[in-house]
């Protein structure tokens, strides 16, 4: 079967997009759903790509999404990659879009993608070799990664009723989604998502988007993230209700994530030496950090491959 994969992807050093940004959302505030580290540009999707042919050559077809923007050093003569415009798969009333929680509802909508395919940002890497059993099942189903959080749901109830705490805005939409598949199916999914590469079924988010309308319409006009959005992980749990799709759990030498201000980080991701990994920037994040998580990238894969020019 082809498998695809799909990065979200914006240089937010871009005079042209940081006027636009500024114009509808303003300038970042620094917190959690508007730093510099949601937009902030060094190359990492380039790195990435290194480890697609590297580690993953198997990989059919490759979309990027972006803002009417193509990467400057993007080889766009080359027929396995492809740059997908927010206008050709987003409705106006979602334009301009700076919500990655909005602009992942309309994946589905990329032309010529293939049923099977994997989800990506651009900061997110194959560490060694990987193949399609790695994702999907011998039924081709797809293989959820989750942190194994049996308690949850109550901990969440005590941090919010008990303790009168609020939940930071990614943790709420991740709350919101589960909320609304255990009102459908009757089952709560407490885990969160490995923040990695994810496997997934066009025909899934199909579904999603059906069963759900009204609620994911709701954030179209979220320009920005907000505490209200309904987060990826509801087209994982649905697919786990349905049985179209593998419960996994996540291990460090399978999935890992390096908070880019974190140095001691990258001594531990030595040890696991994982299968994917994430280089995660934050609005705790500083520049010299930046530059030091890519100085770290390059050196992991510093050969040239077939999609730079």
């Given at each position: ?31 959690q759903a ?50 997908v ?20 509802q ?8 293939s ?19 790695d ?13 194994r ?21 990614y ?9 609304l ?28 988007n ?12 979220h ?14 749990y ?13 291990s ?12 001691s980080?990258?001594?531990t ?7 994917l ?8 994040a ?24």
């Amino acid at each position: 079967m082809d498998i695809d994969l799909v990065y979200l992807w914006v240089n937010g050093n871009d005079p042209k997009w940081i006027a636009k940004r500024n114009a509808c959302i303003g300038r970042p505030s620094g917190g959690q759903a508007h730093c510099k580290g949601r937009y902030a540009d060094s190359g990492e999707l380039k790195y990435s790509l290194r480890s697609v042919e590297k580690y993953a050559p198997w990989i059919h077809r490759i979309f990027i999404v972006t803002d009417n923007q193509t990467p400057e050093w993007l080889n766009t003569d080359n027929q396995k990659v492809q740059i997908v415009d927010h206008k050709q798969i987003m409705p106006a009333e979602c334009l301009p879009c700076f919500n990655s929680a909005v602009i992942e509802q309309f994946i589905g909508n990329i032309p010529g993608l293939s049923e099977h395919f994997l989800y990506a940002n651009d900061d997110m890497y194959f560490g060694k070799p990987v193949q399609p059993q790695d994702f999907f099942g011998k039924d081709n189903l797809p293989k959820v990664f989750l942190f194994r959080k049996p308690l949850r749901k109550l901990a969440l109830f005590y941090r919010e009723k008990i303790l009168g705490k609020k939940l930071n805005p990614y943790l709420n939409t991740i709350k919101n989604a589960a909320v609304l598949v255990e009102k459908r199916y009757g089952k709560y999914y407490g885990g969160k998502q490995h923040h990695n590469i994810d496997a997934y079924l066009k025909s899934t988010f199909e579904l999603v988007n059906k069963e759900f309308e009204n609620e994911l319409r709701e954030m179209r006009t979220h320009h920005m993230r907000s505490s209200d959005d309904i987060q990826r992980c509801i087209y994982s749990y649905v697919a786990l209700a349905e049985k179209r799709a593998h419960l996994c759990y996540v291990s460090k030498r399978h999935s890992f994530r390096i908070q880019i201000e974190n140095r001691s980080l990258y001594e531990t991701f030595k040890q696991y030496n994982p299968k994917l990994f994430c280089m995660n920037d934050s609005e705790r994040a500083k520049d010299e950090d930046r530059a030091f998580a890519i100085n770290f990238i390059s050196s992991l894969f510093p050969v040239k491959s077939e999609f730079e020019k």
